[in-house]
Nanobody
Framework: QVQLAEYGGGLVQAGGSLRLACAASGRTFVSYDMGWFRQAPGKERAFVAV????????HYADSVKGRFTISRDNAKNMMYLLMETLKPEDTAVYYC?????????????????WGQGTQVTVSS
């Protein structure tokens, strides 16, 4: 089992940058694919990015490709999301998630563990 906690949300102007961090408890962090999801008001939680457990292969939603970068530090049990050139439509609660199952998942249902979320607000 793993427990997750997000850090680094806040208010930023459009065009600005923000880096989110996700701290994971436990000794088996390397056993999980790690993902970022976001949920805007009135919308369903949506995939943002994923980084795999073994090769650190990354995949991104089309809406953030080229602007966001996901990374992980297995030695520190940490995952990050660097968000650049932020837009007002990036405003959402951002969640980190861990997947123990095999195969890359882009769906909420594919992840067994979730953090509490951190608010990101981008002003125009």
């Amino acid at each position: 089992q793993v427990q997750l906690a997000e850090y680094g949300g806040g208010l930023v102007q459009a065009g600005g940058s923000l880096r989110l961090a996700c701290a994971a408890s436990g000794r088996t962090f390397v056993s999980y694919d790690m993902g970022w999801f976001r949920q805007a008001p009135g919308k369903e939680r949506a995939f943002v990015a994923v980084i795999t457990r073994s090769t650190s292969t990354t995949h991104y939603a089309d809406s953030v490709k080229g602007r966001f970068t996901i990374s992980r530090d297995n030695a520190k049990n940490m995952m990050y999301l660097l968000m650049e050139t932020l837009k007002p439509e990036d405003t959402a609660v951002y969640y980190c998630a861990a997947r123990q199952g095999f195969g890359i998942s882009y769906n909420v249902q594919g992840y067994e563990y979730w953090g509490q979320g951190t608010q990101v607000t981008v002003s125009s």
